[in-house]
């Protein structure tokens, strides 16, 4: 609630208010203490408090029970005594509810929540993904090849299929951008897989955040409390860091240049905030420290919400002027430095052991410095922080409907447009590229089938050529063949008839010896003949 002075009242000890200035929020804060020791209801005082002030509030729901922040609380119980025993009715304080606008990167308890991969950009993105110099060097690449080519980077299948589409053309990128190399390639991949299992895929893409609609009022000039569901998100460390980081880095870049204001524009709230430092490594510490120290002169403050105040890094600590230390628990030699370490971060106070009171306080009492006037922290105080006027819970499932539904971005997230992007282009791409090959493969194929026949062809003729040598060879050699035999033959029958005659005269001289020795004979016989019958006679 605000004091007299429009001053961000937060707790009260007896005859003492202790309230932090309008002008002194962005300075931002650090509030600790151990689980159930109170909190969770000093994030939500301080985010009702800062919305009368007419300041929009951004902060991370982590265990669901901020949402009552939107409905009046209930006067009674633990709150009721508060109240009565901080006597707070007679100065204004009112049970009521706040305006709230409700957002998840799943969608599902609130409006989605979406950031498109160019705006993450590559440095970030890297840092978040864990990679390597080298491979971090190609994640520049890559967007630098879809800012020359026109292809947006929207969602993870952009990515994805950029990644890919690089690596498989890496020969062709070497020379202008360097050498690309598949272990690079396959370490940026299995980073992205990662992210798109603890819900990358809800996480990037459109339509993505206008920061400006977190900076909103509502008709009477109240701040509007912007609350995101971190219930399921807590199991998705990575996402959940990097949107809280990136979300300060746009708000650094988008904001202009204000200074010193009279009130800040925006206050940031990270609950849980280890998660953001737990394995960061030096270089992506230095990107908080960089945007917690520089964001405050565009009117927005940072508040880290932690169970120790060691689990915030010394040079980002040191940023944080604003301080609400509840009980701290120190049974083991750890949890009793941690208690040193947080007695040690407050400005001394004679009349307070500092050390010694950390662990006694009761739940809702806290250790409480603020800055002054000149930006000077005041000495630590014993306090108890004020109820909330809103609801202490969470409200019901109609209830957050309801409100989502009256909502001022209600209809302007919740339906995903996935236009055409790299994905969609290098598909494309890909297809023309595959029908290209395959006519390139038919073309070489006719080609190669061309050859083959003219081959074929070919062998063919000559094939013809020696079989038609080969018969004239054999023609020529029958014929001369034959002309041999021809003259062998005529030589022959030369031959042949030489024989005749002489064997026909032979046979003629044998047959005139033979006639003339038959005459001669008969001439003999008849001789003999006559002889003998002649002297018959």
Request: aromatic share 6%; glycine share 8%; charged share 30%.
């Amino acid at each position: 609630m605000l004091n007299a002075d429009n001053n961000a009242l937060i707790a009260r000890r007896a005859g003492k208010d202790l309230f932090i200035l309008p002008e002194m929020i962005n300075r931002h804060g650090l509030i600790t203490g151990a689980t159930g020791t109170g909190k969770t209801v000093t994030l939500q005082t301080m985010a009702e408090t800062f919305s009368a002030m007419g300041v929009p509030v951004f902060m991370t729901d982590i265990k669901s029970d901020l949402s009552g922040v939107s409905r009046p609380g209930a006067p009674k119980g633990k709150v009721a005594e508060r109240v009565e025993a901080l006597r707070l009715r007679e100065e204004g304080y009112e049970n009521q509810g706040y305006p709230v606008c409700f957002w998840d990167v799943f969608g599902q308890e609130g409006h989605p929540l979406r950031v498109t991969i160019s705006e993450m950009g590559p440095l970030l993105l890297s840092r978040l993904l864990n990679l390597n110099d080298v491979q971090s060097g190609v994640m520049s690449m890559i967007f630098r090849i879809a800012d020359e080519q026109g292809l947006l980077l929207l969602d993870l299948k952009d990515l994805r299929a950029l990644t890919l589409h690089v690596g498989e053309h890496r020969d062709e990128y070497k020379l202008r951008y360097g050498n690309i190399s598949p272990a690079s390639i396959g370490a940026i991949q299995r980073a992205l897989l990662q992210i798109e299992e603890q819900g990358g895929d809800f996480f990037f893409g459109e339509p993505a955040l206008d920061i400006f609609d977190l900076l909103q009022t509502d008709a009477n000039g109240r701040g509007v409390i912007n609350i995101l569901a971190a219930d399921k998100l807590m199991h998705s460390p990575r996402i959940y860091s990097m949107f809280l980081l990136w979300l300060l880095a746009e708000l650094f870049e988008n904001l202009p240049e204000v200074g010193d204001t009279a009130k800040p524009k925006l206050v940031f709230f990270f609950d849980e905030a280890h998660m953001l430092f737990s394995n960061a490594t030096p270089i992506l510490l230095e990107k908080i420290e960089q945007v917690v120290r520089l964001i405050r002169s565009r009117g927005v403050g940072v508040y880290f919400i932690t169970q120790n105040p060691a689990d915030v890094p010394d040079s980002i600590s040191s940023q944080l002027g604003n301080r609400v230390q509840h009980a701290l628990r120190a049974f083991t030699p750890k949890e009793q430095k941690a208690v040193r370490v947080a007695a040690e971060s407050f400005r001394p106070n004679p009349a307070l052991q500092v050390e010694r009171v950390i662990a006694e306080l009761a739940v809702g009492e806290a250790l409480v410095s603020f800055l002054d006037r000149k930006g000077t922290p005041q000495m630590v105080e014993r306090a108890f922080i004020l109820p909330p006027e809103g609801q202490v819970g969470p409200i019901t499932a109609s209830e957050r409907k309801a409100i989502m539904a009256e909502s001022l971005v209600a209809d302007v997230y919740d339906k995903v447009v996935d236009r055409e992007s790299a994905y969609e282009l290098l598909s494309q791409r890909a297809v023309r590229e595959r029908e290209d090959a395959a006519a390139e493969d038919r073309r070489r194929q006719e080609e190669e089938e061309e050859k083959k026949a003219a081959i074929r062809q070919r062998k063919e003729m000559e094939e013809e050529a020696r079989r038609q040598r080969a018969e004239s060879r054999l023609a020529a050699a029958a014929a001369k063949e034959e002309e041999r035999r021809r003259k062998e033959a005529e030589k022959a029958r030369a031959g042949s008839w030489e024989g005749i005659a002489a064997d026909v005269a032979k046979r003629a001289a044998r047959s005139a010896t033979t006639t003339m020795g038959r005459k001669l004979g008969e001439q003999i016989f008849r001789g003999i003949l006559g002889s003998l019958f002649g002297g018959r006679r």
